[in-house]
């Protein structure tokens, strides 16, 4: 007979399924953080390779002059900047002209939620400015873009210097078999957000522009401009971007592999590679740089101008330009060739970025780590779910020979099954919704009772309705009549572990850092929960690693791994702001981290807690 | 007396001027080709293929150069690489760096081009077998006095040969093309050249006769590329064909260099890669073969003032009948896929262990036995 058919076998699976599933479940866990912890040891990762034929090697000449004119043109930018008091538009569109592009501008205008504090904007209105070079002689059907941001203050006026230089210098040259666009976008991301759904048609966010009126084809890849230095000492790439969707990992080795040709220093997480792998230093360098691109990534914010475009599949990254106390020092035109050979390598693709990998992590620019490599960690949390759920199975086809009043328990059981799971589904749900909902629909009444400003209104206001659903469970328990059953609490506890593993799987096929930091926290809440441990103290660990306080331990986290720590004064007014960015992100550019959380994270986790307080 | 003997060395001379005359009459019609055609392929297109378009254009115009006529050459290019957007050089090859050697000129005379670069069409075009609205250009019209050089450039692997990115030619196929060519008598002499990776794969099936073939690399080997132009951007030419056209930019209509000087173009030294030939199934010896034999279209022209009777069919019966003798025996048929030979091919293995299971079966069986028979508290006494 088959193993599982056969009835003296199954016993004797599932007996040794209950009896060693706590064991299995504590080594699947430590398997879990140990596998993710060794991903990045270097002979585990692989050396990244340029996977595009087209792109070949970085076999052309660089041959970009003007450095030092595109210095005088960004002395001239940040003049005008200053006259205005904002962007500068005629001065751009006449200097783009001068050029030899066809310029156009974008108007944009937005109302937040609610102001921003670290931004300080509310009401936002807007141009972007933009110059297309069409290509000598191909048909308008590909483009690619080159944008540098136009930010108040002193910032980023050497991007634009050099977008304009290049314009300059591109537009003398016959090889171009695509447009490229030359952007300059006003209020960095939601003046991008702006133009991108001008380009794509598309309205997603709510925000009011005037359509475009030039277009260049479909974009193929797109680069992001930041200089706010004369020179600079090394290069930094950006990739992370919405919802933690990453660039086609060949931009990454492009970008690499010129500045190995040019020679530039070039980092990524703005930490410089080392050579000592088998050190401990070495080996904790690399495993800082993974974190603190994991943590980039969970956050699900664009981490650069880029991260827009890669929602419509155009493969994009940010350069930013860092001058720090080194001695070699890197001067614009150097910096202008090395954006030159990519766009002359993105210029000879045929097809979309697509050879090389979507989904990696990077614990140093040249080496990464894949999909297929990264995922077993996330797999063997998850599998700890699933063998408690197999557990609860068993236990509630098969219940444990406890029963006190004999026939008459069992009879009871059937009946309250469906309603006391179902209620605690409810309330839960609800209260997410209303974590969804409340902050922001509120916060006029939240600053009418309260002397805090309409953020600090909004982010209290979530806090608020996360700890008091904290006091539900004795609300549930007034709903449903009586006592909960010990079927009950079982049957909630399975569809729970179930939905979280569901939730979790789905959210770590998508944006994996961020399934695998609410797995950690989050699956050994899951598993070990009953309403027979002892209470107060596993409230306290509840409390600990509830998403809520994840969130606040990974802010300090980050900080601490930027070297730049914080104090807990700091740490808790940046984790208000970490909140309310939050939000706003999703407001403005439809990022899922925060409706994820409140309205599915969230809720379930207050299942968990429901079950803690069963009786 | 002197008078006499001076007419008498005159006639004898003359006489024997006349006999030479018909001898060399005789070696004027027993010559093998009369014509020469040839039909030049590359097989891929994109622009970093851009070395294959090159190799293709710098053979066509050597060949141009060495005396065969656009009418009897078919040069297939599977890509524009002069009129391409990212040429920063418009309307131009080049196959040396810095430029220094334009082989597309204004000359160029593309047959089959672009997308019309299909397996299909080159083995119609071998073959004859094109539809009757096929203009003359695009047609291979040789005869059984032709001699017919064959290039093939692109990217290859072992027994294929990749055409645009979608389809790929199989040894067997070409040789079997071959063949028919020789049943149709549609050449004298085939000289065929290929550089692709691997390219020796790509003649081993040949069995028609009177073919030589020549590739830029062996089995297992890839054909590398020769130099980058960092100002077009791409690599210009594949090394083999560069010392290839180095060697024929030596070589005019009257040079008397043969195939063994070609089949030392590009060692290893040179190639990286090991190029290969085959001869076996050429009748004559490739020391005797002219390069112009099948790079160039040389017309043999001898001036002579007397008239030479031409109803004896002097000694071309003979060498006919030889001939005939020789292609007598060609005409059995090779076995084209010699599966008996790669069935019988196992593997012999170096030391010979009996299998795994049947030791560990046989262990097994040996200790059952035991302890059935003697019982299991035996088993103290052997550990």
Not at chain 1, 38 to 53: D, I, Q, V, W
Not at chain 1, 356 to 365: A, T
Not at chain 1, 400 to 412: C, M, Y
Request: charged fraction near 15%; include cysteine.
């Amino acid at each position: 007979m088959g193993l599982l058919s056969d009835p003296n076998r199954r016993r004797a699976l599932i007996s040794m399924l209950t009896r060693l599933n706590a064991p299995i479940c504590m080594l699947c866990y430590c398997a879990g953080v140990c596998w993710f912890m060794g991903l990045a040891f270097e002979p585990f990762t692989l050396r990244t390779y340029m996977s595009e034929n087209a792109m070949g090697s970085t076999m052309v000449e660089e041959r970009f002059p003007a450095g030092e004119r595109a210095l005088a043109t960004a002395r001239e930018f940040a003049a005008h900047k200053k006259k205005v008091g904002g962007m500068p538009v005629d001065w751009l569109v006449k200097t783009m002209q001068a050029r030899g592009l066809e310029v156009f501008t974008q108007s944009f205008s937005r109302v937040l939620p609610f102001p921003d504090e670290n931004k300080e904007r509310y009401i936002v209105k807007g141009t972007n400015v933009y110059g297309i070079l069409r290509a000598p002689r191909a048909p308008r059907t590909e483009a690619l873009v080159l944008s540098a941001p136009c930010s108040p203050g002193d910032n980023n006026n050497q991007a634009v210097g050099l977008l304009l230089g290049l314009a300059h210098y591109f537009r003398n040259q016959i090889y171009w078999a695509k447009d490229i666009i030359f952007l300059v976008n006003e209020h960095d991301l939601i003046g991008m957000q702006a133009w991108l759904e001008g380009y794509h048609h598309t309205n997603t966010t709510g925000m009011k522009w005037t359509p475009l009126q030039g277009r260049g084809g479909s974009i193929q890849a797109a680069l992001s401009l930041e200089l706010s230095s004369d020179v600079i000492t090394s290069l930094d790439i950006v990739l992370e971007g919405l919802n933690g969707q990453l660039p086609n990992l060949d931009l990454a080795n492009l970008f690499y592999a010129f500045c190995q040709k040019i020679g530039v220093l070039c980092t990524i997480q703005g930490r410089l590679q080392r050579n000592d792998w088998d050190s401990v230093s070495g080996y904790s360098h690399a495993v800082q740089t993974m974190m603190l691109m994991v943590m980039k990534q969970a956050s699900g914010r664009p981490w650069g101008d880029h991260g827009l475009f890669l929602r419509y599949h155009i493969e994009a990254a940010t350069i930013s330009g860092i001058n720090s106390f080194r001695q070699y020092k890197t001067d614009l035109t150097t910096t202008g060739r090395l954006v030159e050979g990519m766009y002359r390598k993105l210029n000879n693709l045929l097809e979309r970025l697509h050879q090389s990998y979507f989904f990696y992590l990077m614990p140093s620019l040249t080496h990464f780590v894949s999909i297929g490599y990264y995922m077993p960690a996330f797999g063997l949390l998850a599998v700890i779910l699933l063998l408690r759920a197999l557990d609860l199975w068993v236990q509630l086809v098969a219940p444990p020979a406890r029963t006190e009043d004999g026939i008459a328990e069992i009879e009871q059981q059937s009946s309250p099954g469906v309603r006391s799971v179902l209620t605690p589904l409810i309330i839960s749900h609800l209260t997410g919704a209303a974590l969804y909902l409340m902050p922001v629909h509120f916060q006029e009444m939240a600053v009418e009772h309260f002397p805090v400003s309409e953020t600090e209104a909004v982010v209290l206001t979530a806090i608020a309705v996360y700890t008091a659903g904290l006091a539900l469970p004795h609300n549930t328990h007034r709903l449903v009549s009586g006592e909960g059953t010990e079927q009950g609490w079982r049957v909630l506890k399975l569809v729970a572990v179930l939905y979280l593993a569901v939730l979790l799987g789905c959210t770590a096929l998508i944006n994996f850092s961020l399934g695998f930091i609410l797995a950690l926290t989050m699956v050994p809440v899951a598993a070990f929960v009953t309403p027979d441990v002892p209470k107060v103290l596993s409230a306290i660990v509840f409390v600990i690693l509830s998403p809520a306080c994840t969130l606040l331990f990974s802010v300090f986290l980050f900080q601490e791994l930027q070297d730049m720590p914080v104090s807990l004064q700091d740490g808790w007014m940046l984790y208000i702001s970490v909140i309310s960015q939050g939000i706003l992100d999703h407001y403005l550019f439809g990022s899922l981290v925060y409706p994820l959380i409140a309205l599915m994270v969230y809720p379930c986790w207050l299942l968990f807690w429901n079950i803690l307080f069963w009786k | 007396m002197k008078l006499f003997h001076l007419f008498s060395f005159f006639a004898a001379y003359l006489v024997a001027d006349s006999s030479d005359v018909e001898n060399s009459v005789g070696q004027f019609f027993s010559s093998g080709h009369t014509n020469n055609w040839a039909v030049l392929v590359c097989t891929s297109r994109f622009w970093f293929n851009y070395r294959h378009v090159a190799n293709t254009l710098s053979v066509y115009r050597s060949v141009k150069r060495l005396g065969i006529p656009d009418s009897h050459i078919v040069l297939m290019l599977a890509d524009d690489m002069a009129c391409n957007h990212r040429n920063p050089k418009p309307a131009t090859v080049f196959s040396h760096k810095n430029m220094e050697l334009n082989v597309y000129g204004d000359d160029v005379e593309v047959d089959y081009r672009g997308y019309e670069v299909t397996v299909e069409n080159f083995l119609r075009v071998l073959t004859g077998r094109l539809p009757l609205s096929t203009p003359r250009s695009k047609r291979l019209l040789s005869d059984d006095r032709s001699n017919i050089l064959i290039y093939l450039t692109g990217h290859g692997g072992n027994g294929f040969l990749k055409f645009q990115d979608s389809e790929e030619i199989s040894n067997v196929e070409l040789a079997d093309a071959f063949e028919q060519m020789w049943q149709k008598r549609r050449y004298n002499e085939l000289l065929f050249i290929i550089d692709t990776c691997q390219g020796a794969s790509m003649y081993e099936r040949f069995y028609s006769p009177n073919i030589m073939a020549l590739a830029s690399s062996q089995v297992g080997e890839d054909s590398l590329s020769h130099q980058p132009d960092l100002a077009i951007g791409v690599h210009l030419m594949d090394r083999y064909t560069f010392y290839l056209l180095e060697f024929l930019e030596d070589i005019h209509p009257a040079s008397k260099a043969n195939m063994n000087d070609l089949f030392k173009v590009c060692p290893k030294s040179q190639c990286v890669s090991t190029p290969g030939h085959r001869t076996d199934l050429f009748l004559r010896d490739p020391g005797s073969v002219l390069i112009t034999d099948f790079f160039g279209s040389v017309r043999k022209v001898e001036i002579t003032t007397e008239a030479i009777n031409l109803t004896d069919p002097i000694q071309q019966q003979e060498e006919s009948s030889v001939s005939e003798d020789a292609n007598k025996e060609m005409y059995s048929y090779v076995d084209q896929l010699p599966v008996s030979e790669i069935i019988h091919q196992k593997p012999k293995q170096k030391d010979w262990h009996p299998p795994d299971g049947f030791i560990l079966g046989l262990w097994t069986l040996i200790l059952l036995v035991f302890f059935k028979t003697y019982g299991i508290k035996h088993l103290k006494h052997i550990f």
